[in-house]
């Protein structure tokens, strides 16, 4: 595939740039392939903070993959990109053979909904709707039906254990719960890959394993799982551990779960 992208330079304006190379697709069992990702931010004058510098990374379908290393040193900024939530300064990534940096923006969105749900530390639910209703708002934002999509809510928030609070605002319910109502969100548009940023990080440690059994159930339906953890006891759920230091891959690791 002969390819010419838009990459991002150093002064964060994208251009198009001959990269004097054919671009190579990675082979399609590749679902997230970075290649060389930067993020800098420009802090005025000459200071300029390098969040990312030069991030290879490639995981393969249904890989249940946790992302260390310690704070600051880019993991929030890796999963942002490889959810699509923000774009490289600079370097390549493919999206389920997607060229994310070649996509338009409609059609940016549309496979960011179709593939990819996102799990946020802080859970990110509108206050004031109840968790049907924050379950519900992606499938609007899809277009769906109201009754379909009332339905589907439901149902994935019974798929969570949360069928007994539907009509609760987040207020009402406990952190765990919260969370639960976070992944029935990410959940809803059924997803391939699930990225989940410290998702038991403001959680007890019980809750934390219930929410950490419900990924695991996801991961053995065949979907491709990325957290972010601090914690060696969540990243043990994973069967291969990346570790970060200052914005680069510095090793990756199987765990024993994926040896056994
Ligand atoms: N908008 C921004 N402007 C400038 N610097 C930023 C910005 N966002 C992040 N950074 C810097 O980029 C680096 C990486 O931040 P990031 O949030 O990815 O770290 P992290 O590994 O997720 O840390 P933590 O474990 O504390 O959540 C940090 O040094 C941070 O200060
Ligand atoms: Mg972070």
């Known amino acids: 595939m002969k ?9 964060m304006e994208p251009e198009t740039a001959d990269m004097g190379q054919e671009l190579q697709a990675p082979p399609p069992e590749c679902i997230i392939c970075t290649q060389d990702l930067w993020k800098s931010y420009d802090m005025g004058g000459e200071q300029q903070v390098d969040a990312l510098s030069g991030v290879d990374l490639a995981i393969q379908r249904n890989e249940y993959v946790a992302i260390m290393g310690p704070s600051g040193s880019g993991k929030s900024t890796l999963m942002n990109l490889i959810g699509c939530l923000d774009s490289p300064t ?3 990534y493919w999206l389920n053979g997607h060229l994310v940096s070649a996509l338009a923006d409609d059609e940016l969105a549309r496979i960011r909904n179709q593939e990819i ?17 924050n379950v519900e708002l992606p499938l609007i934002y899809a277009g769906v039906a109201p009754a379909e999509r009332l339905e589907r809510a439901r149902q994935t928030l019974i798929s969570v254990g949360m069928g007994e609070r539907m009509s609760h605002k987040p207020n009402e319910l406990s952190g765990g719960q919260r969370q639960r109502v976070a992944i029935a969100r990410a ?3 059924r997803p391939s890959i699930l990225l989940a940023d ?3 990080g403001n959680l007890d440690s019980k809750t934390g394993n219930e929410i950490m059994a419900l990924l695991d159930n996801l991961h053995a339906q065949g979907n491709t799982i990325v957290v972010v953890t601090h914690e060696h006891d969540v990243a043990e759920y994973a069967h291969r551990v990346v570790h970060i230091r200052d914005g680069k891959v510095a090793w990756d690791e199987k765990t024993a779960r994926a040896k056994s």
Do not use: D
């Open 187 to 189: 959940l809803v548009n």
């Open 117 to 133: 749900g996102f799990v946020f530390q802080t859970f990110n639910l509108l206050a004031r709707a109840s968790a049907l209703h």
């Open 198 to 200: 410290e998702p038991t």
């Open 3 to 11: 390819i010419k992208p838009t990459v991002y330079n150093q002064s």
């Open 90 to 92: 600079r370097g390549v």
